[in-house]
């Protein structure tokens, strides 16, 4: 992740046109030491060649490649223009983003802020907001509002180790700046909990910077100690603002979305947004699908967004694309703002999937345009896996059901002191709530140390937030035909240190 001081930040700012803009965006860039002398001359060529508008009221000029040489260090001059500045074409920037960057080191950090800039409602708070504090938070998606991001998904990984899908895991938070080295390797040298069902948890308690949440799905099935692996959920944890998702990861139609749904259906699951179980992506008829490798030197920047973007244009038809090789949701293929954000480099897949009457002429159009190289020279070599255009059948989506837990009246309870040095955070929570899932019971817990409420402790969410440490004690009441095995079951599993 890119480094934005909040000096670096200019709210409020004023300027007659674009050139001017612009040239506020150098001046800051040089005076921060990013850039040397003349590094202006590249962001004004590069706008002479392809506006640098992205969309959403944003802007982001930058050096072309012949600049790149005076580049000292990575990063961004953010200016924002309540008033707007004409950008070209009817466009209105209202924030200007004024980047500097060594190697293809742009790709990310292009990636990253138009992952937060392709909202539309965050482009338009952006564009009046008076607070720097809350303006960088935003920008760098440090916002209070924990959700699960595509990033962080890994599907079909093909392996049969434990061990490899929960380092996937881990350096997918470490690329989102989530965990620090000490979290990676506690994490891979910790032992992982059975949820159930296939699916594991890791976490740690060391290095946790922020809240987020990565999963991975192995290809096929597999045996770990005896044991079914299908896929596994690593979790950092900085507030309790990820617990609410942490409570979902118990509910049976999340878990199996999670085993088998798309990457959309886990986002969704995981995000608490709304369901469609055992269901597939429903396609009309005539659909076309196109996948082709991107062939440019430099990867898919601002330039052959741009001109990918122009090519589509002309079409009616409804297109979107995905990165195969890094993952993520499929975006509007007709946004430059979201083509950036795929992170496309060389020799990446794209997918693309168009509907309409003109769909397959829109498909020729990208397979000409790719071949060319987006404007841009292209590698000589053929790429590894040829292009390829098939038009596809509809499909059809299937339903799903969901059960109840049944109740009896039969009743037990039990007090024991937590004795985990880390206390009743997200593994050891996960561990308590899978043992109490093993009995035909209901069970509420409290913490009567800080006289909480009584609460159930199959949520995982109320159980973490019971603020429970070390030495508190912690009262179980069980109603059911299994009540007193559930009171003895909790009370090994915490004398046992809740798989820690």
């Given at each position: 992740m890119f480094n934005l001081p909040e000096n670096n930040i200019h709210l409020a700012a004023q300027a007659t046109d674009k050139q001017q803009a612009i040239e506020m965006a150098a001046a800051a860039l040089e005076q921060a030491g990013y850039v040397e002398s003349g590094y202006l001359q590249g962001m004004l060529g590069r706008e002479q060649q392809t506006s640098t508008f992205l969309g959403n009221g944003i802007a982001i000029p930058h050096g072309t490649l012949e600049t790149r040489g005076l580049v000292k260090n990575t990063g961004v001059a953010v200016f924002q223009f309540p008033q707007g500045v004409e950008w070209g074409e009817g466009n209105k920037a209202y924030v200007v983003i004024g980047i500097a960057a060594r190697s293809d080191e742009h790709l990310a950090l292009l990636r990253?802020?138009?992952?937060?800039?392709?909202?539309?409602?965050?482009?338009?708070?952006?564009?009046?907001?008076?607070?720097?504090?809350?303006?960088?938070?935003?920008?760098?998606?440090?916002?209070?509002?924990?959700?699960?991001?595509?990033?962080?998904?890994?599907?079909?990984?093909?392996?049969?180790?434990?061990?490899?899908?929960?380092?996937?895991?881990?350096?997918?938070?470490?690329?989102?700046?989530?965990?620090?080295?000490?979290?990676?390797?506690?994490?891979?040298?910790?032992?992982?909990?059975?949820?159930?069902?296939?699916?594991?948890?890791?976490?740690?308690a060391a290095g946790n910077v922020k809240n987020a949440l990565a999963f991975s799905r192995a290809r096929n099935a597999f045996e770990h100690n005896g044991k079914t692996v299908r896929a596994v959920l690593t979790v950092a944890v900085k507030d309790d603002a990820v617990n609410e998702t942490l409570a979902r990861l118990l509910d049976a139609n999340v878990q199996e979305q999670l085993l088998t749904g798309s990457?959309?259906?886990?986002?969704?699951?995981?995000?608490?947004?709304?369901?469609?179980?055992?269901?597939?992506?429903?396609?009309?008829?005539?659909?076309?699908?196109?996948?082709?490798?991107?062939r440019n030197e430099h990867g898919l920047h601002a330039r052959p967004s741009t001109i990918l973007v122009n090519t589509l244009k002309s079409f009616e038809a409804k297109i979107t694309v995905e990165n195969l090789t890094r993952g993520g949701l499929a975006v509007n293929a007709k946004s430059a703002m979201k083509l950036v954000g795929l992170g496309a480099t060389k020799n990446h897949r794209l997918r693309f999937v168009a509907q309409g009457d003109d769909a397959k002429q829109a498909m020729d159009a990208l397979a000409k345009a790719f071949s060319e190289g987006l404007g841009e020279g292209v590698s000589a070599a053929p790429p590894a896996e040829p292009d390829t255009i098939e038009v596809v059948p509809a499909e059809s989506t299937v339903g799903a059901t969901e059960k109840n837990e049944a109740k009896s009246d039969e009743g037990a309870e039990g007090i024991f002191v937590l004795n985990n040095e880390h206390g009743l955070h997200a593994r050891p929570s996960a561990v308590l709530v899978n043992e109490v899932k093993k009995y035909n019971a209901s069970v509420a817990v409290q913490n009567l140390d800080r006289n909480t409420q009584l609460v159930s402790a199959k949520s995982l969410m109320k159980i973490v937030a019971l603020g429970a440490v070390k030495g508190h004690r912690l009262r179980f009441v069980a109603t059911g035909e299994e009540a007193q095995q559930a009171i003895d079951g909790i009370g090994a599993v915490i004398e046992a240190g809740l798989g820690e």
């Open positions: 990253q802020l138009t992952h937060v800039l392709g909202d539309e409602d965050t482009a338009a708070e952006l564009a009046t907001l008076d607070d720097v504090k809350k303006f960088r938070a935003i920008l760098m998606g440090e916002a209070e509002n924990f959700s699960v991001k595509a990033e962080t998904i890994s599907l079909d990984v093909d392996t049969a180790s434990l061990l490899t899908l929960t380092a996937i895991n881990a350096a997918k938070l470490q690329e989102q700046s989530a965990v620090e080295n000490s979290f990676v390797s506690d994490v891979i040298g910790s032992l992982a909990l059975p949820l159930g069902n296939g699916l594991w948890l890791t976490d740690s990457q959309e259906q886990i986002l969704a699951a995981l995000n608490g947004e709304e369901l469609v179980v055992n269901a597939k992506p429903a396609q009309a008829a005539g659909t076309v699908i196109g996948t082709f490798t991107l």
